[in-house]
């Protein structure tokens, strides 16, 4: 067959469908960069919840907040001024998602009450076929997508903990996640399992009301003191907090909120030194790096003190592991309320749920009116519905092997397939709206490129995957991250590969997508004959017919790459 040359000039683009999945910070964020970026595309999101917002839509229990500072968890292009505490609670996030997906007119882009249930790829026509299925109605009909973009994210899919008869206890069973808006803890008997993030911010929180509390947990969790006094410890609270008045509960006051809407100089300059700061704790997690060794001194001094020296609750809670291999979190209200007489600490697993309560592995049985599953979420990255690429399912796939991915965002096998925060992506090490950012850029880039150059199927090749993956198993073993015990960095196993963070800091994954490295792909072209070329077309360029673009570009362009 004959090559022929496309009358087309050099930088047409074709029309692509885009569907994206799930509508928190990574969908929004994938809407306006679509928007600044692509031209001649149709996009619709599936968000399975009633609104937008994801997690902060879902987790609303009591004490639930962000445990990176408000001004930092925001998107860059989005400041909110007058936050009210230096941690976010989720209700404020959630409400920050809402106004800017009102603001930017994003809801003509997003169906809410849809969930996809499969995805198949078509490998002759280059297009997924999807079966999504109307939540409100029950009705499942079919759409298709050259580009498929999940945004579920990792942190959603909340589960029971894995123990007997979870169905057999008689009171009140709560998760986290779904938390009923009706509980009353007032003089109730309460079981709470968990000491992750969650755990230690509901506790606090049921604490007061309750005759009695116990907590549950397996693994004691290093507690740092609040960020400030931390900085404050490093002599750098002056730099960041000028001007800064916060309350016992971080409240910000209405000067500080005033000072922030009325001086921008000095909220940029605020916001970008918390963000350094938050950077700079990637060395606390080197296991060889003199840092951890004073952090966890520090840290192990906070919690004994804040504890009262109490010698069993000093054993119960103070891990003897390195400073970071559970994700560590602000806990301030939380070793207050342990030391109060209605609580105590129950540490081991628990063997079963009986009627009246909690047995544990010891063998005793606590008798309790409620138990709250601070338990946490699916970790494992396995799809939520079959996604049926090259090589069969992708959720056989990751059940029956460590999940991998590319830098994070697309496998091999799976073509047009991106992901937010896939496997090895930087989940723990910061401010997931920024991380957000740099992905829909790096993912847009890549759909831009097939739009405009004749690339109808794109994936990373399997030799680059698990070079990639080569490295990361490398350099984790440096981490505190993969040193044993269990954690959902690890899936929730007590040892094996860490598949939830990335091998480095967040500069370091930053620095990773601002090249697209396209020899690591494979590319499949529009036209029998497979010409990469094609898309040069008929000689002229779009730079020159479009009568809007300046041909003359390349006299202001800087000499610098």
Request: net charge neutral.
């Amino acid at each position: 067959m004959a090559y022929t040359v496309r009358e087309e000039p050099l930088g047409s683009t074709r029309h692509i469908r885009i569907v994206g999945i799930g509508a928190g910070a990574s969908g929004l964020n994938l809407i306006r960069t679509l928007r600044l970026n692509l031209v001649d595309y149709e996009l619709v999101v599936y968000e399975k919840n009633e609104d937008v917002g994801g997690t902060w839509l879902e987790n609303r229990y009591p004490g639930c907040r962000c445990d990176i500072p408000s001004h930092n968890y925001q998107f860059s292009w989005k400041p909110k001024h007058d936050w009210t505490n230096f941690f976010a609670p989720a209700e404020e996030i959630g409400k920050y998602l809402c106004r800017i997906c009102d603001e930017e007119n994003m809801r003509e882009s997003i169906k809410t009450l849809h969930r996809i249930t499969a995805a198949r790829w078509n490998e002759k026509e280059g297009l997924w076929q999807l079966s999504v299925r109307n939540l409100k109605t029950g009705h499942e009909f079919n759409d298709y997508a050259n580009f498929l973009v999940d945004g579920t994210g990792i942190l959603n899919n909340w589960k029971w903990p894995d123990v007997e008869d979870i169905h057999a206890f008689q009171g009140t069973l709560i998760h986290t996640a779904r938390w009923p808006k009706d509980f009353d803890p007032s003089g109730k008997t309460i079981a709470v399992i968990g000491n992750g993030a969650t755990g230690l911010q509901v506790l606090p929180e049921l604490q007061p009301g309750a005759n009695k509390l116990y907590h549950i947990i397996r693994t004691p969790t290093w507690i740092p003191p609040p960020r400030i006094q931390s900085w404050k410890i490093m002599g750098q609270a002056d730099r960041i907090l000028e001007k800064v008045q916060l309350d016992q509960d971080e409240k910000f006051s209405e000067e500080t909120i005033e000072i922030f809407k009325s001086d921008p100089d000095f909220y940029r300059g605020f916001i970008k030194r918390v963000e350094a700061e938050v950077n700079s704790t990637f060395p606390i997690v080197l296991t060889k790096n003199p840092i951890q060794a004073f952090a966890r001194q520090k840290v192990a001094e906070y919690m004994t003190a804040m504890l009262g020296g109490d010698e069993s609750l000093c054993k119960a809670l103070i891990p003897d592991y390195p400073l970071g291999r559970r994700r560590m979190t602000p806990g301030h209200a939380y070793l207050q309320a342990v030391v109060k007489p209605n609580v105590e600490i129950k540490t081991g697993g628990v063997r079963r749920f009986v009627a009246e309560g909690i047995e544990l592995e010891s063998g005793e049985i606590l008798k309790v009116d409620a138990i709250v599953c601070a338990t946490g979420f699916e970790t494992s990255f396995c799809p939520r519905f079959p996604i049926i690429g090259r090589n069969g399912n992708l959720q056989d796939r990751w059940r029956s092997e460590v999940p991998k991915a590319y830098m994070s965002c697309a496998v091999d096998g799976v073509p047009n397939y991106f992901t937010f925060f896939g496997p090895n992506a930087p989940i723990g090490h910061g401010s997931v709206f920024t991380l957000s950012e740099h992905i829909a850029k790096y993912i847009t880039g890549i759909i831009k490129k097939c739009q405009s150059e004749g690339i109808k199927a794109v994936a990373p090749s399997r030799d680059a995957v698990d070079d990639y993956f080569e490295h990361i198993s490398a350099f984790m073993p440096r981490t505190a991250w993969a040193t044993e015990g269990r954690s959902w960095f690890k899936g929730g196993r007590n040892d094996g590969p860490v598949t939830a963070l990335h091998p480095g800091s967040r500069i370091h994954f930053f620095h990773m997508l601002e090249r697209f490295r396209g020899e690591d792909w494979e590319y499949v072209y529009d036209g029998a004959k497979q010409n990469r070329f094609a898309y040069l077309g008929n000689g002229y360029s779009t730079k020159e017919i479009d009568p809007d673009v300046d041909s003359t570009w390349y006299l202001d362009s800087s000499a610098v790459v």
